[in-house]
């Protein structure tokens, strides 16, 4: 893990230089892993998904002995219907905070990016409250990120700089 990381935190952004900082704020919280993937096709357009009100990229938890690699291709799939895809890296890893049933939850979520052909159909995964699957104008994602999650604004920024190293 690089750091300092950034843990989004019921709206305050904590910053931690190293691993003994990071623990000290975790120990009250049940760490929980996720995976998901940043999307394009061909067209330069980025797979996000509607959900609770606000734009987001596919992703969900990783289930036990699986990898992030492997829970991000099958989240995607889940959450959109996109079945044909591939991984080429690991972009980054957030964490935010959040409480489910009184329970305080930091959640790890492995970010890649990854890439497929955008004639397929997309379903979006109703049952998660996923009401849309669109596939955006790259141009066009940091508007859609203006209604979402400031960790997920901040992901895309990270992605934009990287590409342009490239």
Request: with cysteine.
């Amino acid at each position: 893990m690089n750091f300092p990381v950034k843990v989004y935190d019921n709206g305050l952004v904590r910053c931690f230089d190293n691993v003994d900082e990071l623990k000290s704020f975790a120990k009250d919280y049940r760490l929980i892993y996720a995976a998901g993937g940043i999307v394009t096709n061909e067209k330069d357009e980025v797979l996000m998904i509607f959900r609770d009100e606000k734009w987001d990229f596919p992703k969900g938890k990783v289930e036990a002995g699986e990898s992030t690699e492997t829970a991000a291709l099958r989240e995607v799939g889940e959450e959109t219907g996109l079945q044909e895809m591939q991984t080429e890296r690991l972009l980054a890893c957030t964490f935010h905070t959040y409480m489910i049933q009184g329970r305080k939850i930091l959640k790890k979520t492995s970010w890649y990016a990854m890439n497929t052909i955008s004639g397929l159909p997309l379903r979006p995964q109703e049952e998660e409250n996923i009401t849309e699957a669109r596939w955006i104008p790259k141009a066009n994602v940091a508007e859609c990120l203006q209604n979402s999650y400031l960790s997920l604004q901040e992901l895309w920024c990270e992605v934009l700089k990287k590409d342009n190293k490239m």
